[in-house]
């Protein structure tokens, strides 16, 4: 299957700090990218999708000023993460979608685990 | 809200086949059944999906009732290395369309044991 990556895989960072995450298809072109959260013992939420060379669509809920998308290439979107709190630590895991002769799927990243002290 | 249910957990012996069990009572014409796995602290790993037939890889099969209100998805021989949580996931194969977003549920926990 396609192979995407994430980095850092890990970030501790202090309150306040802005933290940029990025996700990049090794093998492929991705045209759409999203971005997830998990809590502990959650399971994943979708945040906002990413499109290359768009603004990125947000999820109800998610502050789109909080959590900066950037999907500057077919290969790399990145999320930046603004002034974060420790309400914000969390595992942030990115995905790309991938067409399909009859449909299509997503690939994810190993995520990137947030704790901001 | 997810469209599925799953049992929340099940256990599975180390080499035998692992059986697990999807409700997807309202699902559309022009929906899909696909399966993802998520292994502790990693990201989610693609596994199968299907839309009436069945359906089989090399690392599963997946079994759709003919009325497509249900599925089952089969490891033949489960690992140690299996141990993690199934999603079941319905969803409309639309092409860069928001409709076709995956919606996680809870899934279900298979834990494989020697």
């Known amino acids: 299957g396609a192979v995407v990556s994430q980095h850092p895989s890990w970030v501790i960072c202090k309150s306040g700090t802005s933290v940029k995450i990025e996700c990049r298809s090794l093998d492929f072109q991705a045209t759409t990218m999203f971005w997830y959260r998990q809590f502990p013992k959650q399971s994943l939420m979708l945040m906002a999708t990413?499109?290359?060379?768009?603004?990125?669509?947000?999820e109800q809920g998610v502050e789109k000023d909080k959590f900066l998308i950037n999907h500057a290439s077919l290969t790399l979107s990145t999320l930046t993460v603004t002034s974060a709190h420790p309400e914000d630590s969390s595992f942030y895991i990115c995905?790309?979608?991938?067409?399909?002769?009859?449909?299509?799927?997503?690939?994810f990243g190993p995520g990137t685990r947030l704790t901001v002290l | 809200d997810a469209k599925t249910t799953q049992p929340p957990s099940m256990d599975c012996a180390e080499g035998r086949a692992a059986n697990l069990p999807c409700n997807h009572s309202t699902i559309s014409g022009n929906e899909y059944v696909y399966w993802y796995r998520q292994i502790h602290s990693q990201g989610p790993q693609y596994i199968i999906h299907?839309?009436?037939n069945n359906e089989t890889n090399e690392m599963a099969s997946l079994i759709i009732t003919e009325d497509r209100k249900s599925s089952t998805l089969i490891l033949p021989h489960a690992t140690l290395r299996d141990t993690a949580v199934y999603y079941c996931?319905?969803?409309?194969?639309?092409?860069?369309?928001?409709?076709?977003?995956?919606?996680f549920g809870k899934g279900t926990k298979l834990s494989v044991k020697p």
């Open positions: 990413s499109n290359e060379g768009s603004k990125a669509t947000y």
């Open positions: 995905s790309a979608r991938v067409r399909l002769a009859d449909t299509d799927t997503q690939y």
């Open positions: 996931i319905v969803r409309v194969a639309i092409f860069g369309g928001s409709q076709g977003n995956l919606i």
């Open positions: 299907g839309l009436k």
